[in-house]
Structure formats: C-alpha cells, structure tokens
C-alpha cells in the first residue's frame, strides 16, 4: 500500500554538481508530505532514487528496474534519457514527467499522451530569451542583422531548442551561430570560447548542464564577455554555476519559473518536518537555493498529479494509468497554491489533453555576484509563434517513427 | 577550388588578419599543453620505472585535488590540508605498491595495464564516497595562486589576456621537469628504474628492491598528480569529469616517447598548440569539435614514421 | 633407420637440382649496424644434401648469416642465390615460401600455443582453404587441417613428443622446446633448413637425439641443413663441410677435419684445449 | 576424479578435434544450452531485458575485442566506437531497406565496421603494442564524432540521436521498437550469439586462428615461417570489427532500443576490454565469464548492498559499488592474470586429479 | 638415497642448505618431490639432470625468484648462512650475498651493456671506485664485452648476452653464485674460461657456486659435489670425482662408453634411456 515514485538522479560524476540540489529538492518535498501530512490522502509514498549519472545508458537500465517494481511516474531528469524513454513508456504504459525538459513536442497530448513537460518546453525557453533580448534591443524588428552564439551541451538536451532557434534566425534575420560543447568536454571549453571571441556574438545563449555550466561562466569572464548579454536556459541557473565566475560574472542572467529563497511555507515546512528532522542530504548553506527550489516544485507536480488521479479514480493506491489521468487534468490554482504553501512561490498552471506543457509564464533573474535577483516581471513566450511549430514538429515525429500508435486513452477533461 | 582555398589558404589570412587572437590561441594552447604535458609526466614516472602503463594516472589527479579541496571544505587551512594531501598521495604510493604492483611482478604489460584501471575505479568509487560527487571549487587563492588576468595591447586594438594562474602552471610546471629530470640522472636509481621496466624478473635477480623503487615512483607521480590537480582545478572545477581529459595524455606520452620526460614536455605542447590551432582554423571548416580526436591523429602521424615517438627508446626486434 | 620413417612424405620439391649443386650462393655480403660490422664481404655456399656447419666465436655474426639468408636482415651488399634465383632483399615471408625453414637461438615457440598448434603452424603455408569454409569447419577445411594433422603427428612421433602435445609450449623445459621448434621447422617440409645452435643447453643424451634427428632429416628427407653450433664434438662429428667466422669475416672454410687444423681457426675459436 | 579425460580414447583426429572432445564437457554444454532455453519461462521480463539479453550482447563484442587482443594480441581501446558503426549501419540499412528482415540487416551491419576496422587496424602495421592504443583511440573518438557532427548517420534526428523503429519478422513477430517482447528479444540474441561463437571457434581453431596467434606470440618469428603480417592482422581487426559491429547493432536493436552518441564511448570499450582481459586472453569461454561478472556485478551490487543493509542512498551504493568493482578487478588479476577462464581450468584439473592436491 | 648432508665435506660449514622441498606452480604442479643439497662454504657443487628435470626450478625456489613465476616452496626448508630465507625478497637476499644468475640470459635489452653491469651494483654501497675496478675485471674477463659496452644489450649476440649477465652478477660482489646453465650458448673456447673465472673467484675470492649445468663433463671437472636431478627428485649425489667414475653416469652424461667416446654420427636410434627411478 504505497506510492512507488521513483526519481532519477546523479549525485555524482560531472552532472552531480546540477543534480544533487535537484534530487534533494525532489526528494525532501515528497519526504516532506510523508512526515506532515502520512502521504497523499493516508498513503505513503515511497521514494526510490536511481543513479543515472545524466547517463543515458543507465538511465535506460534504471527505467527497466523501476517498471518492473511498478513506477507510478518516471522523471528521468535528463532530456537524453527522456527521448529514449518515450516510446517505450507509451507501450509501458507510465507517464513520464519531464518538466520543462526533454521533447518540446512532447506538449502535443494527443500524439503523446503520456509524456507531460510543464510548465515549459525548451522551445518556450528559447523564444522567451529571445524575446527578452528582443525587448532589450527596442523590437524584434531591430534584431536583425545581430549575431546571437547559441553554446550548448552537445546531447539531446542542448540540441533540442536548434531547429527553433534556427526558425527564429530565419524569421527575424539574427545570424545564429553555434558552439557545440561535447559531452566529456565540458570543463575544457576553451577553443569555443576563442571562437567566441572571435566571432563577437552580440548575444549569447547557454544550454548548458552539470560542469558545463560554470565552466563556461568562467570562460566568458575570461575572455571579458559582457555578462549582461549572456543568457542561460532555466538549468544553467544554478547559484555553483554564477558563483564560478566570481564578481565578474554580474549580470548572467537565465530564466526562472518559480520562486528563489526560503521565505515560502512550503519551503519553511520541509526544513521543520525534514531538514531540521536530519532526514535530507542537504548541505545546509545549500538549502533553498534555485534548483533545490526547482526540484521542490519537480516533485509538487508529482504530487498534485497523483492527488488528481486520486480524485478522478476515487481510489487512494493508484496505478500508473490513473497517474497518467492526473497529470493530463492536473489544474493548479491561485487556491491550491496558497494550500500547499507555494503562495508567490509559482503561478497557477492547467494542462489539458491536446496541451500537455501550458507554455506557462516565466521571468528573468540576474546573478549579482551573490544571488539571484528578479530583473523583470512574469513573461510569457511567444506562444502564438511556438504552438504550430510544435504541432508539425509532432507530426514529423509520429511519421519517423511510425507505427506511431494512435491515442487510443480517453480524454476526461 | 574553393574548398583547397578553405584549406590551404584562408586560415593563414585569418591569422594574419588578427595577430593578437593568434597569439591568444598560441597561449591558450601552451597552457592546454603544459598541463597535458605535466599529467604525462606522471605517466612517464611511472612507465620508466615499471613499464607499467599507469592509466590511474588522470584519475590521481584528480584525488589529489579532491582530497585538497575536500579537506579545505572540512575546516582544515589550506596549507595544512596541502601537507595533508602530499600524506595521502604518501600512504596511496605505498598502498599501490603493496596490493597492486608487488603481487603483480612480473606479469604482461597489458595484465598490468587492466589493474591500473582496475585502480581507476576504485579510486573514483572512494573518491566520490568520500568527497562527494560534484564538482568542487580549487581553493586557488587560499593557497596563496596568484589569480586574475592581465591584458596587453597588440597592434591596434588587439588584446592578448594572460591569465596569471596559467603563468604560474607553466613556471611550476617548468620547475617540476627540472627536478624530475634531476632526480632521475642521479644514475644508480635512474638506471635501476629502466631496468626495472625492462624485465621485472632480471631486475629482482640482480638485488633491485622493486618495493622501494615501487613506492618512490608511485609517491612522485602522486606528487605530480596533485600539482596538476591544483593548477587544472583552479582553470576549471575539481571533478571526475577531468578525468577524460588525462586520456590526451596518452598522444602525448606517444608522441614523445613513453620513457622520455622532455619527451612529455614537448609531445604535450606540440598536441596542446596543435590541437588549438586545428581546431580554431581549420575546425569550422568540418563542423567543429575536432580538437575530440585531433591529438590522436597528431600522435598517429607521428607514429606513422617514428614508431617508438618522438623520443622513445629504440624497439628492440632481433631473434 | 627405423620403418616409422618411411611413410613420412617430407619431401623438398623436386626443384631440378641434385644433390651436390648450389643451392644457396652468397656473393660479398656484406651487413653492418650503425658502427658494428656485423658481416663483412662474406661468400660461400651450400650445397643441396649437405650438412654444412656455421661456427665462431661469440657474436661472430654467424645468427645475422642466417637472418640475413632468410630476409630478416636486408644486407647493405651483396648478393644472394637461393636455386638459381638472385636476389638482394625479400621478406621473410617470401623467404619462408620459396622453401627456408629455420629455428632460433633464443627458441622462438608461439608461447601461448600447444605443441600441437606450433607445429601445425609450420603448416601455415600448405593451407589454402579458404575463410567461409574455415567458418563452418565442414568439408574441404575440415579435411585440409585433418591431413596435416596427419603430417604433423608424423612429426611428433619422429621427434618423440607425443606427450606433450596438447601442453602449451611455454611450460616446457628449455630442450624440449627446441625440439618443438625443430618439428615446427620440419613442418614447414623446407628444401633449406637453418638451425641455430639447436642443442644449446642440452645434456649429451639430448644432443646425441637431436644429433640423430638431424641426420635423419637430412638422409632420410634430402633437406640441406645449415647449422650454428658450439659443441665441436657435434659439429666435427655430423657436419660435411663447416665455414668459420670471427669478427664478421670467414676465416675458415672446409671439411672439419681442414677447418680443425687451420691454424686461424684455432687461435680465434677453438683455443688449445680442442 | 570427478572429471577425467582418461579412459577416453579418441580413435580419430576428427574426434580429437570435436569442440568438445572430453565427455564430461559435452555434458556440461548440453546442461548450460538447456538452461539457457528455459530462462524465459521462468524469469522475469526485468532479468531477460536488463541481464541476460546484454549479457549476451556484450560477450559477442567480448569476443570480438578477445580475437583481436586475446587472439592476434592487438590492443584495442575502440571497440565501442566499432560496436557503434555496426548499430549506425543497422540503422542506416534498416531506414533503407525497412522491409529486409532486421536480424539478416544486423548481420550485414556488421561488414560496414570490418571494413572501417580494416582501415583503422592499417597502422598496426608499423606500430605495436601500447602504441597501438593510440591508433584505436583516434578511431574511437574520431568515430564517436562522426556519430555526431554526420547528421545523415541519424536520419537528421534533432535530437542527433538513434531511435530504433519497429521491425518484424519470422511471420509478423514484433522484433524491435518498444512492442518487442523480452523473451522474442532474448531468442533472437540467443540465437546469433551462438550461431556466431561457433563460427569463431571454428576460426581460431583453424589456419586464420593459428596465424593470428602466430602473430601474437612472437611476430618477427611468424613472418620468418610465412605469414603476412598484413594479412594476418588486418584479418583479425575485420573479424574482431564485425563480430563488435554485430555486437554494436545487437545493442540498440535489442537491448537499448535508441541510443545517443555517447552509448558508444570510451567507457564501453573499457568495459569490454575488461570482461576480455577478466574473462581470459584468447579464451572464448571466457569472454562469456568475463561478460557475466562485469556486466551482472554491479547489477548485483547495487541490488545487494541495499539489501544487506549496507546503505541506502543510490549513490553511496554506486560509489560503493564502483569502488567494490575496482578492487575485484585487481583481486581477479593477483589471483590469477589470465582470467576466469583459466581459473575455470585450473579448477578442472583440481577436479581431475582429486582427490589428491596436486598431479 | 640422497646422503649427502652427512657425507659432504663435514668440516666446512654450509653456506647453503636445502631441505627437502616441494615446489609447486599454479597450485597445481607438483616440480620439486623433495630435494636437498648443500653447498659447503667456498664450494662448487654441480647440479645435473636432463631437461625438466628442475634444476631451474630448485636454483628459483633459492633465490626467490619462484614467486614471481607462481610457483611456490610448499615444504621444507632453506638456510644461506645459518638462516632461513624462504620469507625473504629477492633483493635482501642478493644484498646479503646470494645471487642468481637467471636461464636465458635475461638481459635490460634497452639498457647498454654497461649499464647492465652497473645495475649488477645496486646493491653495493663502496662508492663508486670500486665499483669501477669490478667493471674493469669483468671487462679483462670478457674482452668482448668492452668492444660492445656501449651497444644496448638487446642488440648483442647470445654468448655476448650471456657474459653479460654473468658479469652482472660478479657486480654484486657476491659470497655465493647460483648459475643456470652458465655455458649455453658460449664458444668452447669461452665455456673453459667461464669455468676458470669461477675456479679463480672460488679459490681467490671464496665465492661459492652452484651450478645447473647441462654441460656434464666440464661441470664435473670443475665442481667439487655433485646432484643428479631427475625428474623433481634427487637420484644421485657425490663427490665429483666419484661421479666421473660412476659407469652409469658416464654412460648417460659423459658419453663415453666401454670403447672410448662415442661418435655422435653413430648414435642408435633406439630408446636407450635407462632412468634409476622409473
Ligand atoms: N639488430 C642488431 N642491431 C645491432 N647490432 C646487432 C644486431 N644484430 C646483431 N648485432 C651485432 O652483430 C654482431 C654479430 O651478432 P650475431 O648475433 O650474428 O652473433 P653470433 O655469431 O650469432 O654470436 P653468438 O654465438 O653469441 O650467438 C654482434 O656483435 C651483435 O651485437
Ligand atoms: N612457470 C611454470 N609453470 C608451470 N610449470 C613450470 C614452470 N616452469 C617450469 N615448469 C615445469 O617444471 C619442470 C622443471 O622445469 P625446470 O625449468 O626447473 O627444468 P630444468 O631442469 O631447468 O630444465 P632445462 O635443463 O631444460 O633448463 C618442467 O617440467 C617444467 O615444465
Ligand atoms: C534537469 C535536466 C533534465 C536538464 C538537463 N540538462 C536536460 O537534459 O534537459
Ligand atoms: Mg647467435
Ligand atoms: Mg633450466
């Protein structure tokens, strides 16, 4: 009698550096519901971490492990493992979560209906950067003829966003330029780096991950980039990643999605019943700080997910299928936020049968040689520009992979 | 036409177009070289001494830093956790020697070979069960490493930026080789090294101690591995990650002879300037990235007309 | 000798010559390593059926003589005439292919291979069958290497091993190995066989085995031996004609009872007690 | 006594050269073989899937790597860059030729990485031994960026990825894609993999084997009895390449199901070269020892420290694990450096002369 | 069978004794059936026996060097001077006076002959002048080795090799010498010398030998004791005098019969071998 959900992580190797405050805030948060509140309505859920170290092959072997011990969701924490997995959870049969990761088409409910990434997919991220760079620049009219870097982690990950940004490029006549940074490269960045310097990009945009991440932020100060024009997707926010580059990195800036800091309920509530408890892993000058925030509200999904599919069921063990049902009708309110303690901590977000992400809104924050500081209000992506795109991007799947199957799982909203 | 012109022609314009970015790439590649260089030197120590190719080598390095860094982190000052650490390369030398090389006298090289990734992992796996896995800053700064950068003008707006710690890399690194070299010209332990290396079982019937030579060599590169570690940490973060990229050291050691110390010097500044230098002019040219495998076909090339490296000792073939 | 031996078809190809020709012809050969003068100007020849002798003092030079007949050495000068063919390089591949078996000084078995399989190796050459048959070892594969294996146990039978034919080589002590390595020559069925001080470390009764196998190769298979050895007692005793080196140079050639008196040969190498 | 070859009298050659030619063998293959096709109707689809099916896989490439150093005593650190050329080409073939049965296209894939090993093992030619590592390891990374930076080799995927479409065959059976069924899976690579090891046995007991090991053992000496280095070595780097290129495709089309560049890396040609040199040089049993232990350890270490209570965080027992991992291997080495494989014969004949010590 | 402890030059002290060992490698194969020897303090005893039958074996279990083949002493003992060495390393051991010239020669082919020689003092600690005389006598012993002493070792020929790994021992300034097969490969006129060199070190400088030599004739001329080694046992032992007598082992390892020497060309083909233990 209990909620398998198993998490994904790698506390160790080169990526350990972005997923250990992710898998502690994933983990305390469900930790946090065991002690305060017994579970979800009385049933216990039962954490079980898979070390995937952001490998691709392991993760593949943890997905295996976790089925057959009757995963209810799989959150593999990495957009490489997430592609692997997506065929074989449809004929599995187990919702893969990947929030605001893995396959932008993805989002399309009903070519995948048990894959869910809210509240944002990549290609959100990269036209909200844009945007962002867009509004800084006076009109996206006045993009033209700039030169934006896109450097990346050369996996799935990094290359997800390219066939967006390339369209944008197309569309709004920036020159795109691309620095790609191998997987087992990552702390050696310094040929893209020159290359940097020597193409001048009046923008850069970072996709990076785990090593990769402060590795560039040093190399950027070191070829004295100007960090105000540097961007990082919403994983290459983590406080070790900006703090790399000292003082010289203010100004790095990257997108957020929900609240920094301690100063929410929810965040109070998992240091009473589960840090101060001695029952997290985390290193205490690192509680709080933005991933572990991110994992903490990873986790909320699963949960909201799972209290769903308890509702929409009527029955308090679910399985894997009910799961899928919750995630599909989850919808997060003003209401429910302030509930669960996350008031100011995330806007409220819907996701439906067709629209599995929501294209929900985000906001930027800076690195001010400390901390992370808003530097700009709630904003949505260009969501009229990404939709289609996604939608054939959707198709083109389906068709490279056919036999696609069918959605054939009723829609209950 | 166009395509040779890519090749042949254009990256020279481009480099006499911007002498300071040249020079920049020069110097980045010097320092990527001085640092491959001194992590084959390790491996050199170790070869020349045993013939046993030390692939713990690039993973030395890294847990020396980490044991630097790690023992910072635990509350003890930098200085003293650097005394500690040259302690901890100490009890791993003989650690080495006692389970790994002793039992092992005598065996095929590639038997050899197998233990030290054997060692590989077991390091890692205790390194990470320690330290943790993720990645750790160097404490550059507590150690008293200069940091910063300073930049020069050349020609008319042209930067050349020197970063002081890669300056500092390559003086120690200097330093490092002049003592080593030193060390092994004291003839009766260097000589006993080569033969050591040469037949295990000879070397033993002669009287040489291959315990205590075992030690020493190990506790050297130890030494070695923990400069490296500090001086590649404090350039990028203290991680496992590093790891992968002591596998360069291998085209160095080959291109310079698996027995030569100047061997390693050069072979790790010709890979580290060739690879830069590929990489940047002539890379965009294939979609980049291939500084990945450029410094192997370097050492192919190479090997292709010296077979032993650059100044490796003569293959002995005769029947 | 014995009836065992009359079966054995190790025969040299007919190659038109009888015995008492030329077979082998060195011309001026001349071979040197950096600063060492390993063979200077040297000539001589081997007759087909002859037991000729190679000896000298310690790096005489008499191993790179047999390196360089078979291709392994590449001398800076000369000329070298193996049946009527001239030539002043090959490989020792060719070398092996054109008819010259050897064995080594410093016994050179394939350590990790069975008696069996290192003589079966000399077979190499003879083997024709092709990989796809070799893949599903049916038909003409399975045949071929059950022929030779025929020939080889001949072999071992001749060379008296059958005990260890299934040990792998490197375990065996120093003689027997040199036995092996001669029964992987012998495989090879060579016209022209070099042996490099085959009975080195060996007591007299081995010695006098490897004398008779030795004898019986050359009488009973009509192969030419070319032979290194410092046992005098062996080589006056077995050899028909012996040629002298020391310092690179030939300082004797003739019958062994010449070359025992020559006065050259017996301040260089045999010294007084001989 | 309880395994004697005495009193079994071979009255032919070609029973002397049987595979198994000692009776006590035969029996234990029969057992083995028996086992080996019960399996799927005892275990569970997580054992089929995650340990024997790569278990299997990973002994091919074992092989593989086991003719070219074990046999011909070329060291090679690319083989899982060999292994990727041959699921490239599988990938490639079947985008191409989506009708051809899969498992005949797995088998071909396999000459696309002869050929590429063919050029690859031209160096050793000239360069031996530790050197020589140099050599595949410039394959090994040049190929793992030719996966990547050659868009066509992945259908021009974004995600530069390799995602196996579903394929059937032998009457409409699902044998890849996510429908596949373990137990399909696993017979399938039964299948090949014995077919296959009988074929190389076949050749390493035969002339291409001989020279090969010929080769090995001491070159110079090889040559001066008549074989071509160049034949002999190139011909181990094609059969070691193809047998890897099978292995390589076997692994996505049946095991991973997609992989990404990276599943090709350095780390898996370690792997194999461990189970090689673990399993025995040169021994093809012990390729499939070597497998088992590197491939089922960790599996069963991070099953079991759990489960003895040793620790729980899934870290800890990685690290553990790993550590655990290294220290076998060195364990294994002391104990006996020419692997399992020859354990496994000494152990035969403790067993033979029993019940004395020693012979 | 083997009364040699007794028997032996009783008035001398043993530097070396043997006690009835066993050796065994892999754990499996059983060499060595209980052999003992001894070797009298300024002694030169010979050990003979046909191939295999563990002359190497037995000088390794000695110096220590079987560990390295995995092979292992598993019963009796062995004394050098009063004290067991079973335990000890190879290297205490030749630092203590015992070294082993090793079967094959065993040269650092990429070390200079010289070089070679020179590691053949790693264990002295009387400065370098002296070392320098001992490389001057080696080189009188073997004038060959001088003209070569700047070649790499693995170039040189064999006999070359060989009198560089006997001079390497004499390096060490041993007490006693452990020589394998000390003639292979050497010119007749070398063998001789090599057997006067150990004469003059044994009687000038008191070194003493054992020796595994296949060479019987010479070894018995020169040696002081024998042990005929069959087969992992002792079968035979004496006085070398008395060996040269002994009819069984002229006929087997002298060759010389009731006529005189035998000619090899005569040799019947036929199994001759008579074994005392069969
Ligand atoms: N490959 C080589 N490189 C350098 N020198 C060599 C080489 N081969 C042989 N020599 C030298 O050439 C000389 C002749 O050597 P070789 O081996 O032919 O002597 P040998 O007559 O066989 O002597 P031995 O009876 O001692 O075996 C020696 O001085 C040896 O050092
Ligand atoms: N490393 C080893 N492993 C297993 N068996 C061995 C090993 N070394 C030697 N043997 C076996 O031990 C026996 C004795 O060998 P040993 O080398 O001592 O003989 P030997 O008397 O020195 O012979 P030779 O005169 O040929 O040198 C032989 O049968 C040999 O096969
Ligand atoms: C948290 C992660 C899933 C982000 C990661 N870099 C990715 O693969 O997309
Ligand atoms: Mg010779
Ligand atoms: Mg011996």
């Known amino acids: 009698e209990e909620l398998f959900v198993p998490l994904f992580s790698y506390r160790t190797g080169p990526f350990a550096g972005s997923g250990i405050p992710i898998a502690n805030g994933m983990h305390d948060y469900l930790t946090m519901l065991n002690e305060r509140d017994g579970g979800i309505n009385g049933v216990k859920i039962r954490v079980g971490e898979c070390e995937t170290g952001y490998d691709t092959q392991k993760g593949v072997e943890c ?350 909203n | 036409m166009d395509f040779l012109y890519a090749i042949l022609i ?94 092992l006298v005598n065996q095929p090289d590639i038997i050899l070979l197998m233990s030290t990734i054997g060692l590989t992992y077991f390091l890692i796996g205790f390194g990470e069960f320690i330290f943790g896995g993720e990645p750790k800053q160097m404490i550059t700064e507590e150690l008293g490493l200069p940091t910063g950068s300073t930049a020069f003008e050349i020609g008319d707006g042209g930067l050349l930026i020197l970063q002081h710690i890669d300056i500092a890399a390559a003086v120690i690194a200097i330093i490092m080789v002049g003592c080593l070299a030193v060390f092994f010209n004291k003839t009766r332990i260097g000589r006993a090294l080569r033969a050591v290396a040469d037949d295990h079982q000879a070397a033993l019937s002669v009287g040489i101690s291959l315990n205590q030579i075992w030690a020493i060599v190990w506790f050297a590169a130890g030494i070695v591995a923990l ?89 002995i073939e005769r029947v | 000798m014995n009836a065992r031996i009359k079966h054995v078809e190790l025969h040299a190809e007919d190659d038109g010559l009888n015995p008492g020709d030329v077979m082998l012809k060195l011309d001026n050969v001349s071979l040197a390593f950096g600063g060492v003068k390993a063979i200077s100007d040297i000539s001589f020849d081997i007759l087909k059926g002859e037991i000729r002798a190679i000896i000298g003092p310690n790096g005489a030079g008499k191993t790179s003589m047999l390196n360089v007949i078979n291709g392994f050495y590449h001398p800076q000068q000369g000329v070298i005439t193996f049946r009527g063919q001239a030539r002043s390089r090959m490989q020792p591949y060719e070398a092996a292919a054109s008819g010259i078996a050897r064995t080594f000084q410093n016994v050179a078995l394939f350590k990790g291979m069975s008696t069996l399989d290192n003589i079966m190796s000399g077979r190499t050459l003879k083997m024709h069958k092709n990989f796809f048959w070799q893949v599903l070892n049916v038909g003409p594969a399975r045949n071929e290497e059950i022929e030779h294996r025929l020939k080889v146990e001949e072999i071992i039978d001749f060379l008296e091993i059958q005990h260890i034919r299934k040990t792998p080589v490197g375990k065996l002590p120093y003689g027997l190995q040199k036995r092996v390595e001669l029964g992987r020559a012998l495989a090879m069925e060579p016209d022209l066989l070099l042996l490099d001080e085959p009975m080195a470390g060996m007591n007299l009764e081995e010695k006098e085995d490897m004398s008779r196998f030795i004898l019986d190769v050359n009488s009973q298979m009509g192969t030419t031996i070319a032979l290194i050895e410092h046992d005098m007692g062996v080589v006056m005793d077995i050899s028909d004609r012996v040629v002298v080196l020391d310092y690179g140079r030939k300082i004797g050639d003739g019958s062994p009872e010449d070359v025992k008196n020559n006065q050259d040969v017996i301040d260089a190498y045999l010294g007084v007690s001989h | ?157 974004s995600s530069g990825a ?187 004949e403790k067993m033979r002369v029993w019940p004395f010590p020693y012979g | 069978m083997s009364t040699s402890v007794s028997t032996q030059a009783a008035t001398q002290p043993n530097i070396l004794e043997v006690n009835n060992i066993e050796v065994i490698y892999d754990h499996v194969i059983l060499v060595l059936k209980g052999v003992s020897l001894v070797v009298p303090e300024g002694g030169i005893v010979a050990l003979l026996g046909a191939n295999g039958a563990g002359k190497s074996t037995t000088l390794k279990a000695i110096s220590n060097l079987l560990r390295s083949e995995r092979g292992e002493v598993t019963k009796g003992s062995i004394e050098f001077e009063g004290k067991r060495i079973e335990a000890q ?55 060959r080795l001088r003209e070569r002493r700047t070649s790499l070792a693995g170039y040189t020929s064999g006999g070359e090799q060989q009198m560089t790994a006997i001079g390497r021992a004499l390096m060490s300034r041993p007490k006693m010498i452990l020589l394998d097969e000390p003639s292979m490969g050497l010119a007749p006129q070398l063998q001789e010398e090599i057997f006067e060199i150990i004469k003059k070190l044994n009687e000038q400088e008191g070194v003493s030998f054992l020796l595994a030599e296949q060479n019987t004739n010479i070894a018995l001329r020169y040696a002081t004791y024998g042990y005929i080694l069959e087969s992992g046992r002792i079968v035979m032992d004496g006085a070398a005098k008395d060996l040269r007598e002994n009819e069984d082992v002229k006929e087997f390892y002298l060759g010389v019969g009731g006529e005189g020497r035998r000619s090899f060309k005569n040799v019947k083909h036929y199994k001759r071998r008579k074994r005392w233990l069969a």
Request: charged share 15%; proline share 4%.
């Open chain 1, 63 to 412: 997905y295996e492990q976790v089925k057959s011990e009757g995963a209810l969701v799989i959150s593999p924490y990495s957009t490489g493992i997430t592609l692997q997995v997506i065929p074989k959870a449809s004929v599995d049969k187990i919702p893969v979560l990947s929030m605001a990761y893995g396959l932008s088409a993805a989002a399309e409910g009903n070519t995948f209906p048990w894959v869910f990434n809210p509240p944002n997919t990549y290609w959100d991220g990269a036209s909200a950067i844009v945007t962002d760079i867009a509004n800084r620049e006076g009109g996206a009219e006045n993009l033209k003829g700039k030169k934006i870097g896109y450097i990346f982690l050369d996996a799935g990950y990094g290359r997800e966003p390219i066939p967006l940004l390339e369209q944008m490029s197309s569309d709004m006549g920036f020159e795109l330029l691309q620095y790609p940074v191998p997987g087992k490269e990552m702390q050696n960045q310094s040929s893209q780096w020159l290359n940097i310097r020597r193409d001048r990009p009046d923008y850069m945009i970072m996709w990076g991950w785990g090593a990769m991440s402060p590795t560039a932020v040093k190399e950027a100060t070191k070829i004295r980039y100007n960090m105000e024009n540097f961007y990082g997707i919403w994983w290459s926010g983590g406080n070790d990643d900006a703090a790399a580059g000292g003082e010289a990195a203010k100004g790095y800036r990257t997108l957020n999605f929900h609240g920094v800091g301690s100063d929410f309920g929810v965040i109070q509530d998992i240091k009473k019943y589960v840090v101060d408890a001695g029952k997290s892993q985390v290193d205490p000058a690192k509680f709080a700080d933005n991933l572990y925030n991110r994992g903490v509200y990873n986790s909320m999904l699963i949960a909201e997910g799972i209290r769903r599919a308890q509702e929409l069921t009527g029955k308090t063990v679910i399985d894997a299928v009910d799961m899928r049902s919750g995630l599909e009708n989850l919808d997060i309110t003003e209401a429910r936020l302030k509930e669960i303690g996350m008031e100011g901590f995330a806007l409220p977000m819907k996701l439906s049968c067709e629209d599995h992400s929501g294209h929900h809104k985000v906001y930027v924050v800076e690195w001010d040689g400390k901390d992370w500081k808003k530097a700009g209000d709630w904003f949505s992506p260009d969501v009229d520009m990404v939709k289609p795109l996604l939608k054939k991007a959707a198709a083109d799947y389906a068709e490279s992979n056919a036999p696609w199957p069918e959605r054939t799982e009723a829609c209950l």
């Open chain 5, 89 to 143: 390393t190879a290297n205490e051991l030749v630092r203590r006076g015992c070294i082993q010239v090793m079967e094959g020669r065993h040269c650092f082919g990429h070390l200079t002959v010289e070089e070679n020689l020179l590691t053949g003092a790693f264990t002295r600690r009387d400065g370098n002048a002296a070392i320098k005389r001992d490389i001057e006598m080696v080189y009188n012993y073997f004038p």
């Open chain 2, 227 to 315: 400069t490296t570690g500090i001086m590649w940490g404090a350039r990028s973060d203290v991680s496992f990650a590093l790891e992968i990229i002591a596998l360069k050291a291998l085209p160095v050691l080959i291109l310079g002879g698996f027995t030569s110390i100047p061997g390693a010097i050069v072979g790790g500044l010709i890979i580290g300037i060739g690879e830069k230098i590929g990489e940047i002019y002539w890379g965009p040219l294939v979609g980049g990235g291939i500084e990945s495998w450029l410094a192997y076909m370097i050492a192919l090339i190479f090997l292709l007309f010296r077979p032993q490296g650059l100044f490796g000792e003569r293959i």
């Open chain 4, 162 to 348: 390799i995602e196996v479409p579903e394929r059937r065959g032998f009457g409409d059976i699902v044998l890849t894609g996510p429908a596949a069924g373990a137990m399909t899976q696993y017979f399938v690579v039964l299948a090949i993999v014995v077919v296959v090891t009988f074929a190389v046995k076949n050749i390493v007991r035969g002339r291409i084997g001989r020279q090969w090991m010929m080769i090995r053992d001491m070159d110079i000496a090889a040559e001066l009895m008549g074989v071509r280095p160049l034949t002999a070595k190139l011909s181990a780097f094609a059969v070691s390449s193809y047998l890897c290129g099978v292995a390589g495709a076997m692994f996505i089309f049946f095991y991973l199901g997609a992989a990404e560049p990276s599943a090709f890396s350095i780390t898996l040609s370690f792997q194999i070269l461990f189970m090689v040199i673990l399993g025995g040089l040169g021994s093809l049993v012990g390729s499939f020892f070597g497998a088992a232990f590197i491939w089922g350890l960790p599996i069963v270490l991070r099953a079991g420290l759990p489960a003895m209570g040793i620790d729980i965080n899934a870290e800890t027992v990685f690290h553990v694990a790993t550590m655990i991992v290294g220290a076998l291997i060195i364990f294994f080495l002391i104990v006996e450096p020419h692997g399992l494989a020859r354990l496994w014969s000494l152990a035969k």
């Open chain 2, 10 to 103: 254009d990256p020279f314009v481009q480099m006499v177009e911007l002498p300071d970015f040249l020079l920049q790439v020069l110097w980045e590649g010097f320092v990527a070289g001085v640092l491959y260089a001194l992590i084959a030197l390790g491996f050199v120590l170790i070869f020349k001494a045993s013939g046993v190719f030390n692939f713990a080598q690039g993973i030395m390095v890294v847990f020396a830093g980490l044991t630097l860094v790690g023992l910072h982190e635990k509350g003890v000052p930098a200085y003293l956790a650097l005394i500690l650490t040259i302690g901890v390369m100490g009890v791993l030398a003989l650690a080495v020697e006692r389970f790994v090389m002793r039992p």
């Open chain 4, 1 to 157: 006594m309880l395994y004697r070859e005495s009193g079994q009298y071979k009255t032919s050659y070609i029973a002397d050269q049987a595979i198994f030619p000692i009776r006590e063998d035969r029996i234990g293959m029969m057992i083995i073989g028996a086992i080996a096709l019960a399996i799927p109707f005892v275990a569970s689809d997580f054992f089929l899937n995650a340990i024997m099916t790569p278990f299997l896989i990973l002994a091919l490439a074992a092989i593989g790597l086991n003719i070219l150093t074990g046999y011909a005593g070329q060291l090679s650190l690319g083989t899982g860059a060999f292994m990727g050329v041959g699921a490239y080409s599988c990938y490639k073939l079947t985008t191409i030729f989506p009708d051809v049965n899969i498992v005949i296209l797995v088998l071909l894939s396999g000459f696309f990485s002869a050929g590429i090993g063919v050029i690859f093992g031209l160096p050793s030619l000239r360069i031996k031994g530790l050197y020589l590592a140099v050599t595949t390891l410039a394959a090994q990374f040049f190929l793992e960026w030719c996966f990547i930076r050659i868009p066509w080799l992945y259908n021009y995927n």
